[in-house]
């Protein structure tokens, strides 16, 4: 029934951590009010990697907000990531997965302001979302809060809402990301995901392929910044996947 809805159909990522889930869920919650106010027939599919943020996050719905079209999973973030025609998530690494599918997203963070003058002393990053580090420009937009939160839920409702509005904006946005993942992994990798979009490989097969995409993204990050590569090499990234 999933794959057969009419209307547009929403990802939405808190994270993994439970601190983060604790400040990103509230912003995602107030975007996802008023943009199904704006999009009556809008589904949204929240993918929890835990049980207790499942839990937490349905808590926070208040009686007004059980009219909304939500819904919660947990152990399904990479199924979800592949049904939905567009994405609300929080910077990390399974950003890459949202690249590797060519899921159109909008990225959201928070920050203390301290931790903010820290990270501005110790590293030069322009950007906090990693596929827009690999691209060198804003393919996903994406919007860090410092402190207060109001300003950040307001431009994430305009940037989504364009992607849900616009199906040729949601389409120009996959066909970079599927480029940046043909231009990252090689294109027998990238047909192959291609091929897992039109149903001719198996879960299993897809699964791989958006695992070495995901990987090789990540070795590309590695190198730009200095980093090392060997855990990258040995492992999958975490976070990656987490379904």
């Known amino acids: 029934k999933w794959s057969e809805y009419e209307g547009v159909q929403v990802a939405v990522l808190p994270g993994s951590r439970t601190r983060e889930v604790k400040k990103i869920w509230p912003m995602q919650l ?12 809008a589904r949204f599919m929240v993918a929890a990697l835990h049980d ?77 979302t990693l596929p827009n580090m690999i691209a060198g420009k804003t393919v996903m937009p994406e919007f860090l809060a410092v402190g207060r939160t109001g300003k950040v839920i307001a431009q994430s409702i305009e940037a989504l809402d364009r992607l849900m509005s616009d199906k040729g904006e949601r389409e120009k946005q996959r066909q970079e990301l599927l480029l940046l993942s043909r231009q990252v992994a090689g294109a027998d990798e990238y047909d192959a995901t291609d091929r897992e979009a039109q149903g001719e490989l ?22 730009r910044l200095g980093l090392e590569t060997e855990t990258v090499t040995t492992h999958r990234p975490p976070a990656l996947l987490a379904g």
Not at 30 to 41: G, K, N
Not at 78 to 104: F, H, N, Q
Not at 204 to 213: F, K, M, S, Y
Request: with cysteine.
């Open 30 to 41: 107030a975007a996802i009010r008023e943009l199904a106010r704006r999009h009556p027939q």
């Open 52 to 128: 207790q943020h499942c839990l937490w996050c349905s808590q926070q719905l208040t009686d007004s907000d059980r009219k909304l079209n939500i819904e919660f999973f947990v152990g399904k973030t990479s199924e979800i990531i592949e049904l939905a025609d567009c994405s609300l998530m929080k910077s990390g690494s399974v950003s890459l997965e949202m690249m590797a599918r060519g899921t159109p997203s909008v990225v959201v963070y928070h920050i203390s302001r301290g931790h903010y003058a820290i990270a501005k002393c110790v590293t030069r990053v322009k950007s906090m």
């Open 202 to 223: 198996t879960q299993t097969q897809a699964r791989n392929t958006v695992n070495a995409v995901s990987r090789k993204a990540a070795l590309s990050i590695c190198r």
